[in-house]
């Protein structure tokens, strides 16, 4: 089992069952207890869970509020936000992913004639009021602290959409161009829009590079523009552009 996938488990776990000891989660994942540990210390450092004596307990600090995450990086992600309108014809339909940029850019978006699909609720607020703006509001399990909509019925209704265009928020871009997350149940959303969208913008602001997480969402293949505000001289750029990305600077 590749160390992706048993960090994925070991999260899940440890937020469905609470502390785990190593021994457990080695027979679950079927490998050894060092494999398990080493697993427990990677993630550790990541700041995703906490050692407890003889196994491991998600960290309480795991996932912050939407407010607090939208303070962060606050000039860099409007001004990403503000290029990203810019990528927006009259006439769009377009899938709005969860997260803070991906709220500013809403705002930027009011007035516009256009079709936008979400399962972001703060885009859904911001929106609503508007009634250039067709609003389509996609079912699922409501996450409070981040103000978004998760689980089969948002990914089922994902797969009877089509969008021209994706916009998509991020917790970490890779030196290799790979786009991970810090929250594994977003990431079946994430792949349900990429998959139903013809154009796949992502917008990541310089802290993102390499930003945190250890959920794969795609690789530099599924993405078609990239808009951020990173040093030119970043690696990853480099590797977006070898793969046919088109990055985008503010």
């Given amino acids: 089992m590749l160390a992706q996938r048993r960090y994925e488990l070991i999260m899940q776990t440890l937020r469905a069952e609470g502390p785990v000891s190593v021994t457990v989660l080695g ?23 906490t050692r407890v004596r003889g196994g491991a307990a998600a960290s309480p600090s795991l996932e912050p509020s939407f407010a607090a995450v939208a303070t962060e990086a606050h000039r860099a992600k409007d001004a990403i936000a503000r290029r990203a309108a810019g990528m927006v014809e ?3 339909v377009l899938l709005l992913d ?3 940029t991906v709220h500013r850019l809403a705002v930027h978006l009011r007035g516009r004639k256009i079709t936008v699909m979400t399962a972001n609720m703060a885009v859904y607020e911001e929106l609503l009021p508007d009634p250039d703006i ?25 797969r009877q959409l089509r969008a021209g265009k994706l916009f998509m928020g991020t917790s970490g871009v890779r030196a290799d161009g790979a786009v991970v997350d810090t929250t594994v149940v977003e990431v079946p959303v994430r792949r349900a829009m990429i998959a139903a969208a013809d154009q796949v913008i992502l917008l ?17 293949d599924a993405l078609d523009v990239v808009v951020t505000d990173a040093d030119e001289g970043t690696e990853a750029l480099g590797a977006l552009r070898e793969n046919g990305v088109k990055v985008v600077l503010v």
Avoid: H, M
Wanted: with cysteine; charged share 25%; proline share 3%.
């Fill in 90 to 92: 009259d006439g769009d």
């Fill in 27 to 49: 027979t679950r994942l079927g490998v050894s207890q060092a494999t398990v540990r080493r697993d427990l210390a990677w993630l550790e450092e990541q700041g995703l869970l």
């Fill in 204 to 220: 990541a602001d310089a802290e993102k590079f390499p930003g945190t997480g250890f959920a794969s969402v795609c690789g530099p």
């Fill in 98 to 100: 969860i997260g803070t």
């Fill in 134 to 158: 067709e609003l389509i509001l996609l079912g699922g399990v409501v996450r409070r602290n981040y103000k978004s909509l998760v689980g089969f019925l948002t990914e089922d209704a994902v």
